[in-house]
């Protein structure tokens, strides 16, 4: 397992913290492995994260949306009923975190069959949509009549 410390970074960049938090937490991701996961992009600017948490429950797992990450925690509360001799589908506490790119946002989840579906859109507000300038200063014949008639 290798780790990489970024503290040497810091004192010579200004503004770049989330970079670097981003780097730690994806390093942070590939070591834990559960549960498994998928995403999809299902069309230019929807998406989708399914993540398989067989053996829990919809109300065992919660969803938190807060900014630019979408949080899933699971905890299976422990029943003393049961008395397993072999123990093979995890029912371990768990937290995955997925980073969000500016404007997307989470529009609803679905569980079905042990798969927890979340659907993700982005969202661009009218404002930042790229938009065509006309150009003016272009000008005619015609336009230079009209300033040498004003003139005179």
């Known amino acids: 397992m290798r780790t990489y410390d970024f503290s040497p970074l810091f004192r010579s960049t200004i503004g770049f913290d989330r970079l670097f938090d981003l780097a730690e937490t994806a390093q942070r ?3 834990e492995g559960y549960p498994p ?3 999809e992009r299902l069309a230019e600017d929807r998406y989708q994260i399914t993540l398989a948490v067989a053996g829990f429950s919809p109300d065992e797992v919660s969803i938190t949306a807060e900014q630019n990450v979408v949080t899933i925690e699971g905890g299976k509360t422990e029943r003393t009923e049961r008395e397993f001799l072999y123990r093979g589908i995890s ?3 768990f937290k ?3 980073n969000l790119a500016d404007y997307v946002q989470v529009k609803g989840a679905s569980f079905d069959n042990g798969l927890l ?3 993700l859109v982005r969202e ?3 404002a930042m949509k790229p938009r065509r300038i006309a150009i003016n200063g272009a000008s005619t014949a015609e336009d230079v009549r009209q300033i040498e008639a004003k003139a005179a």
């Open 91 to 93: 029912t371990r506490h």
């Open 117 to 119: 579906k979340i659907d």
């Open 124 to 126: 661009i507000p009218e």
């Open 96 to 98: 995955r975190q997925f």
């Open 37 to 39: 996961y998928n995403i």
């Open 29 to 31: 991701a590939t070591e």
